[in-house]
């Protein structure tokens, strides 16, 4: 890690923040150089070190960084962020920010162990997003199918992996088949 030779003035021409709508987004004209991201990792405005964290470029050792980060949005970055690792995502199940230990539920790549563990979680709004969660395993949709609350097992539902009941796979296949034998009709 040599000297970053930009300056401020000079961050600000290739970045900028649009904090418009409350969308926060790190715009640059260009990939961002190492040391540049790793300025704006330490900033002082929380702003600022929330865009880095939600920047597709971050390095994994800026993502360990900003994972102990004081600010509870920017571990959220940080736990929804598709390169955390899984070692991360287990630190930061155990978050003290309900709104941290939710993304990790709805991370895209979120191990198994952890999954079953967030299920057993007795905050319903965890539970529930991991019951949307897409990318978890089909059997533990079904087990969320059956939680004791109800927005749990609403999303469970939802859940595009959640296979159909038996008389609507039935209702789909005696529609098929009527419509194979009337084709052309």
């Known amino acids: 890690m040599g000297k970053c030779n930009y300056t401020a003035k000079r961050i600000s021409r290739i970045y900028s923040v649009d904090e418009s709508n409350k969308n926060l987004k790190l715009t640059c004209s260009r990939k961002p150089a190492p040391c540049v991201t790793r300025r704006l990792a330490r900033s002082i405005k929380p702003s600022v070190r929330y865009n880095v964290a939600c920047h597709a470029e971050l390095s994994i050792e800026l993502i360990k960084e900003l994972a102990k980060d004081e600010d509870a949005f920017v571990r959220q970055c940080i736990a929804l962020h598709p390169k955390a690792p899984k070692s991360i995502l287990r630190e930061l199940k155990n978050d003290k920010a309900w709104v941290v230990v939710e993304a990790v539920a709805k991370n895209e790549k979120l191990p198994h162990d952890i999954a079953y563990q967030l299920c057993k979680s007795q905050d319903e709004l965890i539970r529930m997003s991991l019951a949307s969660n897409k ?14 609350d109800i927005r749990v097992r609403s999303a469970a539902m939802r859940n595009p992996l959640m296979p159909l009941p038996q008389w609507a796979q039935d209702m789909i296949e005696k529609i098929k088949k009527y419509e194979k034998e009337h084709r052309g009709y």
């Open 135 to 148: 990318h978890i395993s089909v059997k533990l949709i079904k087990k969320m199918a059956n939680d004791k």
